[in-house]
């Protein structure tokens, strides 16, 4: 199994008021649109003074053909996460407020299923596969990938109100 990393651990970063929970499903329901298949491979919550800290790992898989599977990984990092209460259009409404840092990775898993590395000569034929046979269309899937990654980013910071850069 190979990896062909496309970024690696970029950041996103926002203290201020969201609805984690909001966000959560907004992310979730992407992943599903994209077909993706989704994991929560790490959840952990600390109290501390100044509220919740929380610590999750997420992995989103998503086969793309015999040889090749798609991952974009989420790394959420939340400080000083609290309840508030906000008012919108008059009415008060339950939120959260909290420092949000999120480390993104997406990369292409060649090889997923590990069968051309169960024999030697499949084994040494892949280099050549890869580097020469399929080179145009591994950078095609790097392209939709690529797309895919940035869709996946633009979507928290919308959500975020960050501003695209």
């Known amino acids: ?6 970024f690696d651990r970029l950041k996103i970063k926002q203290a201020g008021v969201f609805n984690f929970d909001e966000l959560y499903k907004a992310l979730f329901r992407w992943f599903e649109a994209y077909g993706y298949e989704f994991h929560e491979d790490e959840y952990k919550e600390i109290q501390t ?15 793309f053909d015999a040889y090749v599977k798609f991952v974009i990984e989420t790394n959420f990092f939340i400080t000083s996460f609290v ?6 259009q008059g009415i008060k409404v339950k939120t959260n407020k909290a420092t949000i840092e999120m480390r993104l990775s997406a990369y292409l898993v060649k090889d997923y299923k590990g069968e051309w590395e169960k024999n ?16 145009k269309r591994m950078e095609q899937y ?4 690529y797309e895919e990654a940035n869709n996946y980013m633009d979507e928290i910071k ?5 501003y695209h850069f």
């Open 142 to 145: 790097e392209d939709v990938l």
């Open 83 to 88: 309840e508030v209460e906000v008012e919108q």
């Open 158 to 162: 919308a959500f975020l109100n960050l």
């Open 1 to 6: 199994m190979q990896k062909d990393v496309l």
């Open 120 to 135: 030697n000569f499949l084994k040494n034929l892949r280099i050549i596969w890869d580097k020469i046979l399929f080179r």
């Open 49 to 63: 003074e100044k509220g919740k800290q929380l610590e999750i790992l997420w992995t989103a898989e998503r086969i």
